[in-house]
């Protein structure tokens, strides 16, 4: 983008005061606020025209009207956390916040789900929903500050959804304004329901390009009455993979398998120390719930089978606290990677679980071989490792074997029948090897089905599909 | 191309470069929940800070605006998994602008003038005493008058204290504490303002059986200087302060104030040049300043306090962690020591202890309705949990929470923890200390 792109308003000035008319102070064109929305965690950033923060369906739905009206892009976004680009607004346009529709509407508790806002944060949705004994289970390490909505529209998946699932088995029925400005309602509000297309799943992981999620009906569980978590060290990421396949062959199924390599826990050292086994080269989080006696009989299996492979040393926690200690290992990596490198090329993919020795195998080599750094960490329970290439930014010869390396890293993950994108969805970030994965069919389906919810192109342009047309015409 | 970086420290690049804008700032930020806006929390006012720099974002007023808009409660910067350092990103960026651009002229006079010098201070005190009392509207409180600010000039519902006649250091005799072992440094509002909590702080670090001295030309600590962006003014006072400090040559020096002893603990460090006469000062002080709790505790005071301690009910009273005192200098488990010994167990944990109280300095002057309710929320938090009196260590502290108890429930107290430990080490049944 040029110097000047980024100051300039893409937006005409009549578009701007009919929004001004809806929204008042909540329309903010400053160039402060602009920027302020204007990046999320992949770090790349772009302008958007204005920021919005609705509060109701209804000021959404009068956005996308006059957004067909005078063509400029909508970009939906919670917290902007999302690792692929998915709220930038890489065409300008208008930022939709959904900061301020964060009611948690209603906890049913006799048929057992919640009502919500898009902007509710995931876990203030887990802690009110435990308050009633009840669980929602979906955690992605950002639960702390990433939106429902945007869990939606990423389909985020977490440490737990090796047991429990991801975001859209959770997701009973929706509400979204349509590219057309439309109001839909999908999917019901029991437990079953099989009637039509399954539109509910059309627009879960749809990045905010069908619909722009105004309320959610979410599936809850009963919450376990315990869990135990054990942390396990290895000398090296094969041990690890092994204590893995050994707890899946031991039939237990834990609500959390994460694997950390040697540079990932280094990472985590460098702000907070914690004392590792003399030659540590991985780690492996195991987390188990259920009833206090099953947690502590199927803990002492998993202990069990990671000794089995070799394991240096085994820590175990029960209570809230010590549990919360061995977890701060696996939740403080993703950001403290800043600290390896500047830029980090952040990928999610899945492989079979039975392909992930071959996987770190194949990664190995392919540090050495491109000659960057890559740290590799995930859920190691669903075949989902983040694979992070660490560079500098400034050399333009890093950066390009560095970009060869990810292309490699994808062509091997279809080849071993996994997916280029566990949790993150494809934004920008994916867009260039997307048909790499689903295929000229699989893209054209897909580029009809955006006409029939968004036949302008209105929301969220540019993403998933790599030449978007763009929405001026 | 408007390309004229207006945020130029060589120091803040490397600072915000460590953001990886993940947006766990989000989660703790006091004022977030007020604004509801990015701009609000550190990870945008870093990317501003960012645009600053490389001249992307030129407009100065209106970046200095964002970065005032900031409590610096430091919650942020102890949540991010980066550990970047937040409080001194927004404290350099306001700097930098107050370069450019200036700072606010009733600010410049405040610190530039009055601040750096103790008669100023003092002076400046006895008119606002005198000012005081055509005030409408005194309402009581259970620990003393406050008076019913005027409505219409931007504060409005704020009660203000009842300014004393004379203050603590004005009540001690001409000769006395001059000199001693142990330096006692009041800081102004404990001075002037609160002159009680100056005379129990003093009298209960006297009980240790050290001598004590009382710092008595202090100039103000320079925070509230520093923090808005006026570095040369802090950078006097510091200097100023650390020179006189030394020269007394003190064993220790007690901080019965969070923010004080944050200042000359680690925020003089950035203000003064390394290899300079007054940068050693400032080491020689830092190594001996001390936390009023952790003081005492090392002093055997408290073993001095009579069985059993005096009766308070049962979990009435509380602690609020002052943020730069905990959070900042890893000061909470001391205090909560402090007072069970002094109260037993009418010492209770608060609810909501670890919450802002919102005032933040100038922020309270800058937005008060916004540092009220934040304030308010705090102490019905801690009420609702039980607490009846809100006890902490720091001026800032205790100067907010008592005008929102003021407005909220006057039946609450907020007391600093040395009233707490002065009634108990000198309760009036004759077991106690006696002077
Ligand atoms: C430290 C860290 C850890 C992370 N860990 C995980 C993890 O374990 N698992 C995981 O899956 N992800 C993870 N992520 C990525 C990210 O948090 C998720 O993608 C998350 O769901 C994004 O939520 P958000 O509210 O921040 O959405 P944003 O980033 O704001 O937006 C993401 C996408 O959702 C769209 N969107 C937002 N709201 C709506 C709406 N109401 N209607 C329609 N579309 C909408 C946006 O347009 C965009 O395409 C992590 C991120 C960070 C920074
Ligand atoms: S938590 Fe730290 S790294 Fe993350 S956005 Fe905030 S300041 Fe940046
Ligand atoms: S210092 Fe406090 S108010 Fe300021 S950004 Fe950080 S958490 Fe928010
Ligand atoms: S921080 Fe406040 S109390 Fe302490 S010296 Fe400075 S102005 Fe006075």
């Known amino acids: ?473 | 191309m408007r390309a004229k970086a207006i945020v130029k420290d060589a120091d803040l690049k490397a600072l915000t470069g460590l953001c990886a804008k993940c947006g766990t700032c989000r989660t703790v930020c006091t004022l977030y929940p007020e604004r509801k806006a990015e701009i609000a929390v550190a990870r945008g006012k870093i990317a501003l800070v960012e645009a600053a720099m490389s001249g992307e974002d030129g407009d100065a007023e209106a970046v200095q605006e964002a970065l005032t808009d900031c409590l610096l409660c430091g919650r942020c910067e102890r949540a991010c998994p980066n550990q970047v350092l937040v409080e001194e990103i927004v404290m350099k960026g306001r700097a930098d602008l107050a370069e450019e651009i200036g700072i606010p002229a009733w600010k410049r006079v405040l610190f530039g003038k009055v601040m750096t010098s103790p008669s100023a201070t003092e002076i400046a005190r006895k008119a606002a005493a005198a000012g005081q009392r055509l005030l409408p509207g005194k309402i009581p409180t259970a620990s003393g008058l406050h008076y019913r600010f005027p409505d219409g000039l931007g504060g409005e519902g704020r009660t203000v204290p009842k300014l004393p006649a004379k203050g603590f250091l004005e009540s001690l005799g001409k000769g006395e504490a001059a000199a001693g072992e142990v330096m006692l440094f009041v800081g102004c509002v404990f001075d002037h303002v609160f002159p009680q909590v100056g005379r129990a702080a003093y009298e209960t670090v006297k009980a240790s059986g050290k001598s004590v001295a009382v710092f008595r030309d202090a100039a103000c600590c320079g925070l509230p200087a520093m923090v808005s962006g006026d570095r040369r003014s802090a950078a006097e006072c510091a200097e100023a302060n650390v020179r006189r400090l030394r020269a007394a040559e003190p064993g220790s020096i007690v901080f019965p104030c969070g923010s004080c002893l944050l200042m000359f603990r680690r925020n003089v460090f950035s203000l003064l040049p390394k290899g300079t006469p007054s940068y050693d000062d400032a080491v020689f002080v830092a190594d001996r300043a001390t936390d009023y709790a952790s003081f005492l505790l090392s002093s055997g005071v408290l073993d001095r306090i009579p069985d059993p301690p005096p009766g308070e009910k049962v979990g009435e009273i509380g602690y609020h962690d002052p943020c730069h005192l905990t959070g900042t200098l890893g000061k909470g488990p001391e205090a909560r020591e402090v007072l069970s010994r002094a109260v037993g167990p009418a010492f209770a944990e608060m609810a909501g202890a670890d919450l802002c109280c919102g005032y933040g300095g100038t922020f309270n002057v800058r937005d008060y309705p916004t540092s009220a309710r934040i304030g308010e929320n705090k102490v019905s938090v801690a009420a609702r949990g039980g607490t009846r009196v809100i006890s902490t260590a720091c001026s800032g502290c205790v100067l907010q929470m008592r005008d929102m108890v003021a407005r909220t429930d006057p039946s609450l107290r907020v007391v600093h923890i040395a009233e707490l430990v002065h009634q108990a080490l000198f309760r009036g049944d004759g077991s106690g200390l006696r002077r």
């Open chain 1, 1 to 473: 983008m040029g110097a000047d792109a980024w100051y300039t308003f893409l937006m005409n000035p009549e578009a701007l005061s009919a929004l001004g008319n809806l929204f008042g102070e909540r329309l903010r064109t400053t160039l402060e606020t602009r920027i302020c929305y204007s990046f999320d965690a992949t770090g790349k950033k772009f302008l958007p025209d204005a920021v919005i923060y609705p509060i109701n369906a209804e000021e959404v739905r009068q956005t996308v009207l006059l957004a067909n009206r005078h063509r400029f892009p909508v970009v939906p976004r919670g917290a902007g956390s999302g690792f692929s680009g998915g709220s930038l607004p890489v065409h300008g346009g208008v930022v939709l916040s959904t900061e301020r529709m964060d009611r948690i509407v209603a906890i049913d508790t006799e048929n057992l789900y919640a009502v919500v806002e898009p902007g509710v944060v995931t876990e203030t949705l887990k802690v009110e929903a435990k308050k009633h004994g009840l669980f929602y289970p979906p955690d992605p390490a950002s639960l702390k500050f990433s939106t429902i909505g945007g869990n939606i529209a990423e389909c985020s998946g977490g440490m737990s959804a090796v047991k429990y699932g991801v975001t859209r088995d959770y997701v009973l029925g929706l509400e979204a304004v349509l590219g057309t400005g439309e109001l839909l309602r999908t999917g019901v509000a029991t437990a079953k329901g099989v009637v039509g297309y399954d539109l509910t799943r059309m627009i879960v992981g749809s990045e905010g390009t069908l619909g722009i999620v105004t309320r959610a009906t979410l599936r809850l569980l009963p919450h376990p009455e315990a869990a135990v978590t054990l942390l396990a060290f290895f000398s090296g990421n094969g041990d690890a993979v092994g204590a893995v396949n050994a707890v899946v062959a031991a039939r237990v199924t834990p609500s959390a398998m994460e694997i950390m390599d040697r540079t990932a826990i280094d990472c985590v050292q460098a702000n907070a120390p914690m004392s590792l086994p003399e030659g540590t080269g991985s780690a492996l989080l195991l987390e188990v719930d259920g009833t206090p006696d099953f947690a502590a009989r199927e803990a002492d299996r998993l202990e069990e089978a990671c000794r089995a492979c070799g394991a240096l040393a085994v820590r175990r926690a029960s209570d809230a606290v010590g549990r919360d200690d061995l977890w701060k290992l696996r939740r403080s990596i993703s950001p403290a990677l800043r600290r390896v490198a500047p830029v980090k090329l952040n990928e999610d993919i899945v492989v079979p679980r039975s392909r992930l020795a071959d996987m770190f195998a194949f990664l190995r080599d392919l540090s050495g071989r491109k000659n960057v750094r890559i740290v590799n960490f995930g859920h190691a329970g669903d075949g989902n490792i983040h694979v992070n290439i660490m560079i500098s930014g400034t050399d333009a010869d890093e950066t390009r074997r560095a970009d060869e390396a990810v292309e490699e890293v994808f062509r091997k993950t279809v080849e071993m029948g996994g997916t280029i994108s566990g949790e993150h969805g494809v934004g920008i970030s994916k867009a260039p090897f997307f048909e790499m994965e689903v295929g000229p069919l699989g893209v054209a389906v897909m580029k009809r089905l955006k006409g029939c919810f968004d036949p302008n192109g209105i929301l969220n342009p540019g993403k998933i599909f790599l030449e978007e047309a763009a929405v001026r015409g």
